[in-house]
């Protein structure tokens, strides 16, 4: 079992929806990642955030320690939103990242 | 401001060979990292480095050599290339990373490597 699950692997959506991507981690962290990779491959980094909640544009991500378990939210997605979502955990015990596989997002016009 | 630059962007290797990945930043970031992107992987760490001079293994190691003799340049050297090694290759850094800090990396843009 990775110690970073992500749902949902793919996810297709119309222009407009709302999305809601998923993050569960098994360890204990001091903070969490999104990154968003797009099809040319560049990895970008969206958010860092260790509790509760951050909002950049139409993007907002939320954290809950407790339950181990973090969303990515888009909202009024949009065609250029399509790429792969990826969350990466930094664990209290190490200074590295470790990656969730992804969830490959495609927001059709 | 360029941030993590990788060169080059794609290339072929024969079984057997050996070649370089270079990456360099110009944020005068202490820590750098190389990862590797298998199809429907997470990102691997293969070897990081806290500063000038210091590197240590990450997850997957095995195959791969890196040096840093500047804060700027992290190479990645595979000494004999196998077809295990086909991948997408990232660098990053950042400017802090220790138990106590939580910076966000910089990635390059990726060097996609195959072995046939």
């Known amino acids: 079992k990775n110690e970073v699950e992500q749902s949902p692997q793919n996810l297709t959506a119309q222009e407009g929806e709302f999305i809601t991507i998923n993050c569960s981690y098994s360890v204990g962290i001091s903070a969490l990642h999104w990154l968003q990779q797009h099809p040319g491959g560049g990895i970008v980094s969206l958010f860092m955030l260790s509790s509760g909640k951050k909002k950049h544009g139409r993007l907002i991500a939320t954290i809950n320690i407790q339950e181990k378990h973090s969303s990515l939210h888009i909202t009024a997605s949009h065609p250029r939103d399509s790429a792969v979502y990826i969350c990466?955990?930094?664990?209290?015990?190490?200074?590295?990242?470790?990656f969730g596989e992804g969830t490959q997002l495609t927001v059709n016009p | 401001n360029a941030g993590v630059t990788q060169t080059p962007k794609f290339r072929i290797l024969k079984i057997g060979q050996s070649m370089t990945l270079q990456c360099t930043q110009d944020?005068?970031?202490?820590?750098m990292y190389w990862y590797r992107q298998d199809p429907g992987m997470g990102l691997k760490l293969i070897y990081y480095s806290v500063g000038a001079g210091i590197t240590d293994k990450g997850e997957v190691p095995n195959g791969y050599n890196v040096s840093r003799s500047t804060t700027e340049d992290f190479p990645l050297r595979l000494e004999l290339a196998a077809p295990s090694q086909t991948s997408v290759y990232f660098c990053?850094?950042?400017?802090?990373?220790?138990?106590?800090?939580?910076?966000?990396?910089?990635f390059g843009d990726g060097t996609r490597l195959s072995i046939l």
């Open positions: 944020m005068n970031h202490n820590y």
């Open positions: 990053a850094s950042s400017s802090n990373w220790g138990a106590d800090s939580n910076q966000p990396q910089h």
């Open positions: 990466a955990v930094k664990e209290t015990s190490g200074s590295r990242l470790t």
